[in-house]
Each structure stands twice: as structure tokens, then as C-alpha cells.
């Protein structure tokens, strides 16, 4: 049996025209149907040539139920009609047969297409996929073909920085990620060479002399700032009369000053509070803005620190072009600086910003990334071990992590117990995670550090059982302590849960607690921890007073310990001010053994800074002076 | 279902409750059920929008933290610490901090962010267009996927096609998004090199100048198509990421939706007329069972907003995500919440464009 119908297309359900309604006879099984899909105009003109048309239209309107059946006759007629020449026709079988298609094509004349209900939804799945797959492939192709015929720029180094810079402003600017840009950009008056910090050498400084407080310096002549403004003493005045006023970044190691006097165009005079030792060695991280550029751009009295903010115009090796908030910041080689560029410097870096340390170390891996700070060690260490890249190793570190005892809160304000867990702690445990790469810290300064006593001072070891014994002396008992570790870091939280499970072995139940660093720096600076976890590193090239001023004297905000003894900042005061080496080097060994022996501090680990560098990049070396600094005019880029 | 969501009908239950001068203020409206169905919804949009950022605003602060140590950096003094303290106003007391900031809120300032020194719509106005894109692009591979999988293994759902399509979209499920990625960036950009590791473009490319912030439809405009091509090699695996880990909830509720139209009488009368089944499949199946599926894909727009920030970290795409993500880890409250508020926007406007659809697809809700 044949007959006609359609489906609505508006309302998805189904109108049957020309066929009379009855219920099924039995089951599913449906009569053949020929389909019509074109328009109701287009239906109803051909069912008009079919006899009693209108009777047939009429009841199933009403209706509107899916199964049919139709007049004798009527099928027929209709079929002639479909069947005529030009006119789309398809044919449906029952659906408890199997396709004839030699059917079809006996009735069409043609093969039957678009009806099999499986495999041609199938067929269009497929070829939608392979559609996509092709569009995906042209993508990768032109992706790949574009990277071949347009190759890195020859000298352009691309750095994954670990953070976006808040500010550019040489002022203001104390994170890796904001020097990374500033000391590349910015010249200060004197720096240091990395194999040897104790000795400060000339920069835009040429000389200088030191009598009591006052210092004098010479200005190097014909050096401009990237703007063309010639470089001045009036720059160096206005830069660190800025500089103090702000009093924000590394303000610090230059609050020695009372004040800056212009002597002559090359020449100022710098008078310190009390005489300062290290005032060369600290301007060392100083950059030189121009006068003009905080003259020209200030806004009320903001000393031009909204247009520092995201501008820069120094002196220095680079230039700063651009900054694609929350992507990278591109500087370009400075043809005008006065320095030396080693040989194939990068003429171009981009510093892109990749928090996440993995992405880091793939991007490294796979070449995206020229250089990458902050790469796990375990990365680094594998990285190393590929074809293409060799392993960069320094001193930089101080410690990491330091564990700081909080001495104004039971029962870490006692000193036998605070023993007790400087002694129980594994210091092993730390070179075994490090992977070897560690020194067991004997104090605060690192043996490599200028003037650092720590290669005559006493090892600290695990020693179980003096731990007891200071445990016992304690009179406490086997009371628990809370640590706050910033979660950030992967080295702080083993140097927590070593610290856990070394008390452990006393009894003592630590509490480790991870939270970002500006919670836990809080919890411990608001007495709500025994215990708080950091690291200890310096921007000075040879002042220890600038470790002993920010985590050791009175107040300081990262005297997290909460140490205070007038006597230690008594003598931190004397070892600025004294001139003679041996002298100096002597009160700073007093300072060293003061600060151990108060057991407010375990040193656990001292591991050397390890970079993974690719073999086509030399002329790097860790800066024993900086967080993650890098001097990208000292590097070489040989492809 | 379809006859639960009738949003245009509703207004005349809440009438009565309603106080005379808004009765007669509203009447107007009320006389257009579509008109009034929009302004309810966006009233309440601002209600949940003011008592989202109220609580967001002491959620945030309820964690004693200390932004400005952050911002100082390291070795800071404490006269440092203080002075960032003063001048971002974190001195002053929370009540004090509250009205400040949802003062400003009404006037449409979102507050300066502690991490970037910027106005946070300035951070908003250069994060989200990547965000949008991202967000964008992983919603048209996901609802094309989902859909065209769904109608296919409701057809195969006991074959192997199906099977291995349902163990593979519930593996994307089961794993969590940042793995995924991590694994995308393994395959196809370490050990194949066809995609790149991450970001919006190469990491020397310069953007096409900015009309909408897309980097795909702004480099068609400028006729840049190399930079398009970076664009969208850039944009392949993060959506993979994101849509992979959506996958099976949008591809099982198609395909259940589509398996109970299948077994309906219309279908079958559709065979016995002989229309092709893709046709039935898309023109006539799909268009019924679109209601339950327009329903969960609302649904998992949200959920795809919450992902963007973790698959944002991973392939370091520059969106609010990532924003998000820096903001989160030193409490710059400012951010955080703007980032709450806009997520809410965009998933209370999904919510609406949702019952929107509703009654744009099917002539039963539209008419009530």
C-alpha cells in the first residue's frame, strides 16, 4: 500500500494529507510510503489530480496521527505523478525490511541515496569529522608552514618570566619579574661582577671617594638616556631624592641617605646619616631616571609615578617598546648605549609571562622559551640531561627555605625547645630532595658571601640527642606548633613536612599549614603561629646588613621570628660604619654567631640556583645579587 | 523540562503580591509578558549581582592577609608595607574599605588592583575580549560536538562507535582540566609539535590592531590571515582541553534526549514517509529533544567559565582567568571580586538568552 504525506516543519510533528487514519493492524509494520518533501502548495497540487482529494485532506487535518493507510488507487495515481521527469522523488521501504535498492532504482530509475537511516547518518557524521580533521590539518600545516618561513629573529631571546611586572618604575620595582625589566633598562652608578661582589666597579659612576659621611662621585660624560636627554649629576639627584621620598621597592638599601647635592654637571655629592660602608655597593641595584622624565611627567605630587609606571627612558643596554598587559613586555637592543654588549646579545627580548612552572619547563623543553626562570629543579635536571641544553648552576640563594621560630609565642619563645627543633631537624633530608645540589647552611651568610664568617663557624647537623636533651631542659613537655608555609613553593613545603616529621622523633606534633604568603606572612606577623617558612636572599653585592636589617633587627618586616635584641641592632648599626675590612669583618662574625645561637632560625638548605639553558645561548651566569636577575647584554646567542 | 520553563506566563501568580504604585508603575510593561519577563529577570540580575558582591567583598576579607607585602616585595621595609597599605586605602577600616567600594560600584568603578596598579576595568577591558574568544570558540566546538556525537550514538549507542565515544567523553569528564592540558601540550605540542605550547600568538607575533579584541576576526579585518592562522593554531588546544572536559554531560543528554524522540510516533511515520534519516535526525528529532539539551548547555556554559581559569593557567592564555588566577594567589581583592561579578553577568545572561531560546525554539512556550 502507498500513499503521500509531510512532515511540518514548523512544529515538529506530523501531518499526514491524502491518506485515511486507522489504528495499526498489528504491531510496527507500516505500509510503504512515498515521500514527499517539498512545500504544502507543491503536495497539494499534485494530490489535486488524485481522486477524493479533499475528503482525505480534511479527515487526516484533524487527526494528525502517525499511521496511515490509503484508498485503493489513490497510491497509484500518485505514484505516476512522483514519478514524472524532473521531479525530486525518493522511496521509503518498510521499516521491517531490508533496503532494496535494485527496488528503487527499478521505480526511480536511479540509485536510492540519503535513505539508509543508519549509515547515512553515519557517512555524514564521518565526513563532517573529516571536514573538521581537514580544517585542523590545513591549521597545523600553516601553523608549522609559517613558523619555517618566517624563523625567530636572529638575536631574539625569548624569556619566560615567572610573573607579570606590577610597575617598570625603577623606584618602586622589588620583584624578579619588575628588575628583570628595570636593570636591563635603567643604569646604576656602580655594579659588580659576579664572580666577585666584594668588589664594586665603575658604571655611570667613573670613581668615587669617601670621607666620614659624605660621598663624592664622578659622572661618566656623553652618556644619554634612550630619549636623547644627556645623562647629568642633576639625574642621579632627582633620581634618588625620588627614590627616598617614595621610599618603596628597594628603597632600602639606600636609606643611609640624608641627602643629594649637585657639585657639577658630572659630579654629586652624596652625605649619608652616619657613615655607610656599602653605599656604593648598594647603589649597585639604584637605576638613574631622567630628571626631565619626572619634571615633564608628573601629575600633582605623584613624582611621575603613574607615567614610570608603564614607560621607561634610561640610560641602559635596552629599550623599552612595549608592554601586552597579562602577555609579555618587548625590549630592544639600545644602539646608542654607551656599554659593552657582548658579542651576538639579544637584539630583541620578549619577556612573556608564564606563571604556571610546568608550562615554564615544557615551553623551555620545546624550545618555545629561550631561558625560563623558576623552573622546578626536577624539570631542570631532566631538561639537562637532552641534547641542546646544558645546565647553569650559582650561588644566589642564602637560604630556602628558612624556618623562623616565633620567639613571642609558646612554646617557641622558649630557647631550649627552639634547640630542641634546630637540632632535631634532617638537614640530609634536604640535599636527598635537592638531589645533591645543597649545602648545609651553617648561619645566615652563605661562605661565598663577602665577608661572611660562616667557613669558621661550627656545622649544624641533626643531632637526636642533644634534641632531647634541649627538649628536657625545655620543661615543656611535648607541646604541638602550628607552621604557616606559603604555598607557592614546593621547597617550602618539604622543609615543613621534614620539620614535621624530624619533631616527630621528640614527640612534637607540628602542624603544617599551607596558605598563599600574604595570608601566612599575616598569621605570623599577627602572632597566630609558632612557625612560618620563607626563603632569605639579598640585592646587596656585599652588605649583610641588608639580610641582618630584614629579617633579624627589631621591627623589620620579615623578622618573622620576631627577634629582638637591641645589642644585635646595636652592632648591625657598627658594621655599616666601620671602614676596616678586619674590623668589620670581625663584628660581623659577632652578628653571625648571635643570630645562631638564639635558635630562632633553621637554615635547612642552601641549594645552588639551577638553570636549564639551551647550548645555543652562552654568557649567563646567576647573579649571586639578585632574586632571578639576568643581564641579557652579557648573553650570546649563537644561531 | 519544556512544560516547567514557560517565562513568559508567570507574571500574573506574583501580581497580587505586588504594591498598588509598582502595579500601576509596572502596567504597561505588564501588558507585554515578553517586556516584563526581561525587566523581572533584570531587576533580580542587579539583587544577585549587589548581594554577590557584598559577600564576595567579606568572603575575600574574612582571610586575614596582608596584599600589600606582596606588592613591596622582597627584603620590603615596614615603612614600605605601610605606605602601600595607605595608599591602596587597606589601612582603613572594613566598613570604611565596604561603602568605598560599593559606592564606586555604582558608578561603575570596579577599584584598583593592588597586583597591577591599574584600574581593574582597565585590566577587564585588555583581559576578557581573550577570555571571550576562548570562551567563544570552546562553546562552538562543544555544542557542534556534543550535538553531532549525541544524534550519532543515540543511532550506535550499543555499537563500538558509541562505546568508545562514551568512554572517551567520560575519561575527559572523569579528569580534571588542567591534566588534560597538560597532556594536550604534551602530545601535540611536545612530542608532535602541531599545535603551540600556549598564549593567543607566537611568541614574536605582533596582534592585529584592535577592533574587538578577537584575535581571530580582528586579524580577518585587517586582512592579516598568518596572524589568523597563529590565532587559531593558538586557540586548538585550550579548546580541546575545555570542551573534552565537557564533553560527555552535553553528549549523553543529546543523546538521550534524541533516543527518547527516536522511539515516538511521529519519527517512525517520518521513515514510513521515506524522509532521509539525517533529516529526521536533524530537522525533526533534534528539534524536539532541543529543549532538555538547550537546557544542560546553559548549564555547561557556566562550568566552562569556571574552567577557563584553570585551562587559562595552563596554556598561559592572557584572559580574566589567568587575571583571576594571579589576583587569587595575593588576595587583591579588587579583582577578585570583578572577576565574580562578571562571571555571574555572563552566567546570568546565559540563564536569559536560555529562556530566550526556550521560546524562540518551541511555539508552545512561546505562546504559553
Known amino acids: ?639 | 523540562m519544556t512544560e516547567a520553563r514557560r517565562p513568559f506566563a508567570t507574571s500574573a501568580v506574583a501580581a497580587p503580591l505586588r504594591p498598588g504604585w509598582l502595579r500601576r508603575a509596572t502596567a504597561g510593561v505588564r501588558r507585554q509578558p515578553a517586556a516584563w519577563f526581561l525587566a523581572r529577570r533584570f531587576a533580580w540580575s542587579l539583587v544577585v549581582l549587589f548581594v554577590l558582591a557584598t559577600i564576595t567583598f567579606v568572603l575575600a576579607r574574612i582571610v586575614p592577609a596582608d596584599p600589600a607585602a606582596f606588592l613591596a616585595g622582597q627584603n620590603a621595609s615596614q615603612a614600605a608595607i605601610t605606605s602601600i597599605r595607605h595608599e591602596y586605602g587597606l589601612d582603613k577600616p572594613l566598613d570604611i574599605q565596604y561603602i568605598n567600594y560599593m559606592s564606586g560600584l555604582l558608578r561603575g568603578n570596579l577599584g584598583i588592583s593592588i597586583r597591577t596598579r591599574d584600574p581593574v576595568a582597565s585590566d577587564m577591558a585588555s583581559y576578557l575580549p581573550a577570555t571571550l574568544e576562548l570562551l567563544f570558540a570552546s562553546f562552538f566546538v562543544y555544542v557542534t560536538a556534543s550535538l553531532l556525537l549525541g544524534i550519532t550514538t543515540a543511532y550506535h549507542a550499543r555499537g563500538p562507535f558509541g562505546v568508545v565515544v562514551k568512554l572517551l567523553t567520560m575519561a575527559g569528564t572523569a579528569l580534571p582540566v588542567f591534566w588534560i592540558g597538560a597532556v594536550l601540550q604534551l602530545v601535540f605540542f611536545y612530542r608532535l609539535g602541531w599545535f603551540p605550547l600556549g598564549g593567543r600568538l607566537g611568541e614574536l607575533a605582533t596582534p592585529p590592531p584592535q577592533v574587538t579584541g578577537f584575535y581571530t576576526i580582528d586579524s580577518i579585518l585587517a586582512g592579516q590571515w598568518s596572524t589568523f592562522v597563529d590565532a587559531v593554531a593558538h586557540l586548538v588546544l585550550p579548546s580541546a582541553a575545555i570542551v573534552l572536559s565537557l564533553l560527555a554531560v552535553g553528549m549523553r543528554q543529546t543523546q538521550a534526549a534524541v533516543m527518547q524522540e527516536l522511539g515516538r510516533h511521529y519519527v517512525r511515520t517520518a521513515r514510513g514517509k521515506g524522509m532521509s534519516e539525517p533529516r529526521i535526525a536533524l530537522k525533526h528529532v533534534l528539534r524536539n529533544a532541543l529543549n532538555p539539551i538547550l537546557t544542560v548547555t546553559g548549564v555547561q556554559f557556566g562550568y566552562m567559565v569556571s574552567w577557563v581559569i584553570l585551562v587559562e593557567v595552563v596554556f598561559n592564555w592572557p584572559g580574566i582567568g589567568l587575571y583571576a588566577y594571579q589576583s587569587f594567589q595575593v588576595f587583591d581583592y579588587a579583582p577578585i571580586i570583578a572577576v565574580t561579578l562578571i562571571a555571574t553577568v555572563v552566567f546570568l545572561a546565559v540563564n536569559l538568552l536560555t529562556d530566550i531560546a526556550y521560546a524562540v525554539l518551541d511555539p508552545r512556550v512561546r505562546r504559553g
Not at chain 1, 493492524?25 to 512545500?39: E, F, T
Not at chain 1, 648552576?393 to 619563645?413: C, H, K, V
Open chain 1, 1 to 639: 500500500m502507498i500513499c503521500a504525506g509531510r512532515i511540518d516543519r514548523r512544529f515538529a510533528y506530523t501531518s499526514v494529507l491524502g491518506c485515511e487514519l486507522t489504528p495499526p493492524p498489528h504491531g510496527d509494520a507500516l505500509p510503504q510510503v512515498l515521500l514527499s518533501d517539498r512545500s504544502d502548495a507543491d503536495l497539494e497540487r499534485d494530490l489535486s489530480r488524485v481522486n477524493r482529494l479533499e475528503t482525505f485532506t480534511a479527515r487526516i487535518a484533524t487527526a494528525g496521527a502517525a499511521h496511515v493507510s490509503c484508498e485503493p488507487g489513490f497510491s497509484e495515481e500518485l505514484m505516476r505523478i512522483r514519478s514524472e521527469p524532473g521531479r525530486p522523488t525518493t522511496i521509503a521501504r518498510p521499516l521491517n525490511q531490508p533496503h532494496d535498492n535494485r527496488r528503487t532504482k527499478r521505480m526511480t530509475g536511479k540509485r536510492m541515496t540519503g535513505l539508509a537511516p543508519f549509515g547515512s547518518l553515519r557517512t555524514r557524521a564521518l565526513a563532517l569529522a573529516a571536514g573538521f580533521g581537514t580544517a585542523l590539518l590545513s591549521i597545523v600545516a600553516f601553523s608549522a608552514g609559517a613558523q619555517a618561513a618566517n624563523p625567530r629573529a636572529q638575536r631574539a631571546l625569548v624569556f619566560a618570566d615567572a610573573g607579570e611586572p606590577s610597575t617598570i618604575d625603577p623606584a618602586i620595582a622589588n620583584v624578579n619579574q619588575e628588575q628583570h625589566v628595570t636593570w636591563n633598562v635603567y643604569d646604576p652608578l656602580t655594579t659588580y661582577a659576579f664572580n666577585q661582589p666584594g668588589v664594586i666597579r665603575p658604571w655611570l659612576a667613573t670613581g668615587w671617594t669617601t670621607k666620614g659621611t659624605v660621598w663624592t662621585f664622578q659622572l661618566r660624560k656623553g652618556v644619554t638616556f634612550q630619549d636623547g636627554q644627556p645623562f647629568t649629576a642633576a639625574d642621579v639627584k632627582a633620581s634618588l631624592d625620588r627614590m627616598l621620598k617614595i621610599n618603596q621597592g628597594t628603597a632600602y638599601l639606600i636609606s643611609a641617605i640624608k641627602n643629594v647635592s649637585v657639585l657639577g654637571p658630572y659630579t654629586v655629592q652624596i652625605t649619608t646619616k652616619t657613615p655607610n660602608v656599602f653605599l656604593a655597593a648598594n647603589l649597585s641595584h639604584i637605576g638613574i631616571v631622567s630628571a626631565s622624565d619626572i619634571e615633564k611627567h608628573a601629575k600633582g605630587d605623584d613624582l611621575a609615578q603613574g607615567w614610570f609606571q608603564s614607560h621607561a627612558d634610561g640610560t641602559g643596554p635596552y629599550k623599552f617598546v612595549s608592554w601586552q598587559k597579562g602577555n609579555k613586555i618587548v625590549l630592544v637592543r639600545n644602539a646608542h648605549w654607551w656599554g659593552p654588549f657582548a658579542p651576538n646579545a639579544p637584539d630583541e627580548v620578549v619577556d612573556q609571562f608564564v606563571p604556571d612552572g610546568a608550562t615554564r619547563a615544557r615551553g623551555l623543553e620545546g624550545h618555545t622559551y629561550d631561558f625560563a626562570d623558576f623552573v622546578p629543579v626536577d624539570d631542570v635536571l631532566r631538561i639537562v640531561k637532552k641534547p641542546g641544553f646544558h645546565l647553569v648552576s650559582g650561588n644566589q640563594l642564602f637560604t630556602w627555605p628558612a624556618i623562623y621560630l616565633n620567639m613571642q609565642m609558646a612554646p617557641t619563645d622558649n630557647a631550649d625547645f627552639r634547640k630542641a627543633l634546630v637540632d632535631a631537624f634532617d638537614y640530609n633530608a634536604e640535599t636527598v630532595f635537592y638531589k645533591g645540589y645543597n649545602t648545609v647552611p651553617r648561619g645566615p651568610l652563605p661562605s661565598w658571601f663577602p665577608g661572611s664568617p660562616e667557613s669558621s663557624s661550627p656545622p649544624i647537623t641533626q643531632n637526636l640527642t642533644a634534641a632531647k636533651q634541649a627538649l628536657d631542659a625545655s620543661k615543656l613537655g611535648k607541646p604541638g606548633i602550628t607552621c604557616w608555609v606559603p604555598s607557592a613553593y614546593p621547597e617550602f613545603a618539604f622543609g615543613a613536612t621534614n620539620l614535621q616529621s624530624s619533631a616527630q622523633q621528640l614527640g612534637i606534633t607540628v602542624n603544617v599549614r599551607s596558605a598563599p604568603f600574604v595570608q601566612a606572612i599575616n598569621a605570623i606577623k599577627n602572632n597566630q603561629a609558632q612557625c612560618f617558612v620563607l626563603g632569605e636572599a639579598i640585592l646587596s653585592p656585599s652588605d649583610p646588613t641588608a639580610l641582618f636589617a630584614s629579617h633579624e633587627t627589631t621591627g623589620a618586616y620579615y623578622n618573622t621570628e620576631h627577634y629582638a635584641n637591641p645589642a644585635f641592632d646595636q652592632l648591625v648599626s657598627q658594621i655599616s660604619e666601620t671602614f676596616d675590612p678586619q674590623q668589620r669583618e670581625a663584628l660581623v662574625k659577632r652578628a653571625f654567631a648571635m643570630v645562631v645561637d638564639s635558635h630562632a632560625i633553621i637554615w635547612t638548605a642552601r641549594p645552588p640556583t639551577l638553570y636549564a639553558v639551551p647550548n645555543d645561548i652562552t654568557g649567563f651566569e646567576v647573579d649571586p645579587a639578585s632574586y632571578t636577575g639576568i643581564r641579557f647584554w652579557e648573553l650570546s646567542i649563537s644561531r
